[in-house]
């Protein structure tokens, strides 16, 4: 049982190039996030999905999409990377049964744009 | 909506005093509260959280925090810190259903003097 899962670790893009982060989770989970940490901001949502099949933009999601390839699996892209996108992306899965609900993160990857 | 908002970006407390750090919410309706600490270059992990039943919630590390919801807070607090405990510490409040988010605070970074 791995969790929530993350590729890469670290990514150094320029200007203008595109890449997707993956994450996986294991847990059998309904919803799942990609979030941005940036200094002083603490985590910002950027999409969510809560369910297989359907996703939803959260507070910063300009410049990205996303794909819910299946349950396990939340891929975050960036079509045409800029500078203002460094940072830290955390995935999350959680799981919301009445009145149990936990959230588990990935490691993070942390991106910079040169 | 809900929001959470946490005073003090920083805090910092000798090794062996008490550790608090402050956590307000707003919910249209009893939230779910959660505290996340994050260490160094690390993923944010679950120290402890609210969904019913008692008021007064222990976590990992010898924390715990108490719902209070006249004054809409959840305080986290550690009777003795210890070195080990500087990181960053997450104040969340949510979901509100299955098909929703949770909201983050911005986020209390905790120093421990000698």
């Known amino acids: 049982n791995a969790g929530v899962t993350q590729t890469p670790k670290f990514q150094v893009l320029k200007t203008g190039q595109s890449m997707t982060l993956q994450c996986a989770q294991d847990m059998n989970h309904n919803s799942m996030y990609w979030y941005r940490q940036d200094p002083g901001m603490g985590l910002r949502l950027i999409y969510y999905s809560a369910s297989e099949g359907t996703t939803d933009k959260g507070e910063v999601p300009n410049g990205y999409n996303v794909s819910r390839l299946n349950k396990r699996e939340f891929s975050l892209r960036l079509e045409s990377a800029a500078p203002s996108q460094t940072s830290v992306y955390f995935c999350?899965?959680?799981?919301?049964?009445?009145?149990?609900?936990?959230?588990?993160f990935g490691p993070g990857t942390r991106l910079t744009v040169t | 909506a809900q929001s959470v908002t946490q005073l003090g970006s920083h805090v910092s407390v000798s090794e062996g005093a008490l550790v608090l750090l402050r956590c307000n919410y707003s919910?249209?309706?009893?939230?779910?509260l959660f505290w996340y600490v994050q260490y160094p270059n690390q993923g944010l992990q679950l120290l402890l959280k609210?969904?019913?039943?008692?008021?007064l919630v222990k976590g990992i590390n010898g924390f715990e925090a108490e719902f209070k919801k006249s004054e809409t807070s959840f305080h986290l607090t550690k009777p003795s810190a210890h070195m080990s405990d500087a990181a960053e510490y997450f104040c969340a409040v949510g979901p509100l259903s299955s098909a929703s988010k949770i909201i983050f605070g911005s986020g209390t970074r905790l120093s421990i003097r000698p």
């Open positions: 999350a899965s959680s799981e919301y049964r009445g009145n149990s609900y936990e959230q588990y």
């Open positions: 919910s249209s309706v009893p939230p779910y």
């Open positions: 609210y969904t019913t039943g008692a008021t």
